[in-house]
């Protein structure tokens, strides 16, 4: 079985950063996609940012500039670092990984969400 753990959510002033994880455990041979995804209250799920296997990345555009993010493969880990903080960016923030084992492929695998709160 695998799972995804994150960390790093807050409490954190506009202007501020935080930086997110999301490691994921299990038998897993190849992560060939890791994304982390945003939902606020009384909104849709959106993409924040996304990183394939080779390392490349896209984001949306009301996080370009300011959110990174990364992966480290010997860690089965992504990161976002999130600098420059708006109020707007207040959300569950949830990881995504599509990841395959010996036996089985897991297109969308999720997160249990942790909460991103940016206020004075």
């Known amino acids: 079985q695998v799972q995804l753990v994150e960390s790093g959510g807050g409490l954190v002033q506009p202007g501020g950063s935080l930086r997110l994880s999301c490691a994921a455990s299990g038998s897993i041979a190849n992560i060939y996609v890791m994304g982390w995804y945003r939902q606020a209250p009384g909104k849709q799920r959106e993409l924040v940012a996304i990183?394939?296997?080779?390392?490349?990345?896209n984001y949306a555009d009301s996080v370009k500039g300011r959110f990174t993010i990364s992966r480290d493969n010997a860690k089965n880990t992504v990161y976002l670092q999130m600098n420059s903080l708006e109020p707007e960016d207040t959300a569950v923030y949830y990881c995504?990984?599509?990841?395959?084992?010996?036996?089985?492929?897991?297109?969308?695998?999720w997160g249990q969400g942790t909460q991103v709160t940016v206020s004075t």
């Open positions: 990183v394939g296997n080779l390392g490349n990345t």
């Open positions: 995504n990984m599509g990841i395959s084992t010996m036996t089985t492929r897991y297109d969308n695998l």
